[in-house]
């Protein structure tokens, strides 16, 4: 497994020094948020900025994921708007194929993504439709490109639970249709132990967010301040031999990034140590 980090936490950095940053301090991979200052693909000198990535990441030897949970990338008012459950949600579909072109182009792991909020009064049902008729174009799409889709379940959104996510991988169906795992997340739901969702998972497990988490709430917390169970979840990724990224996702850090990566790699290390540089 490659040790990596968010660059969501690195939000008051340009992505260049952040990766610079992640890199001098062992860590070998990054999950790689696409937001208004960093690898913006809506700027007017983004195939530019996304060769200048594709270089720094090759010089650093890093592993990338692309991530999609930039807050206000599709609208400057609304977080995290529109969705795949918008009643038009052509902007976060357009914007989900680019990540795929994208991904192929910087030889990324897999493009990370997850369901939305409702905004309407669908009924569950009628929502699931239209999540797995939005999922299995864009997989198609993927197929095309030789790329990876990991999905992610998120708490307060409509697919937060793993029994949900099963039902969605199920009738989506598709080859490059699989998992983001966000080990907090299962803590949060009281969907333990991890390990045991790890080893069901295995065959596509894509992709792994990591950080420390309470029961009950959902709030991304320094390692060794909640109810993580580390020792559980580097075991179940062990024994499925997890080849992936397992990357600190502290976005609401960044007023104290560096230092935060820093303790974050020390705690790490004693679970898994990175490979050499």
Partial sequence: MILAYNTNGF??????????ILAARGY????????????????PNFPEELARVRQQLDRLNLRCVIETGARFLLDRERKHQ?????????????FLESCVVMARALGADAVSFWSGTPTNDASPSELMRCLVEQCKPLADH???????????????????SMDKFAELHGRVN????????DVGHLVCLGELPVSDHIRRWKDWLWNVHIEDMRAGVH?????GEGEVNFA??????????????????????????????????QFLQRWCDPPPA
């Fill in 28 to 43: 070998r991979g990054v999950q790689l948020t696409l937001d208004v200052h960093h690898l913006n693909p809506f700027a």
């Fill in 174 to 181: 598709h080859p490059h249709f699989g998992l983001t795992l």
């Fill in 11 to 20: 939000a008051h950095h340009t992505l260049a020094d952040a990766l610079d």
């Fill in 142 to 160: 993927a197929g095309t490109q030789n790329v990876r889709l990991a999905f992610e379940p998120e708490p307060g959104m409509f697919i937060d």
């Fill in 232 to 265: 559980d979840v580097f075991a179940g990724l062990t024994a499925i031999g997890y080849a992936g990224l397992v990357g600190v996702e502290l976005s609401r850090h960044s007023y104290d990034a560096v230092r935060t990566a820093e303790r974050s790699m």
């Fill in 219 to 223: 709030d991304h917390l320094m390692f």
């Fill in 82 to 94: 529109p969705t795949l459950l918008s009643p038009d949600s052509t902007r976060r579909r357009q």
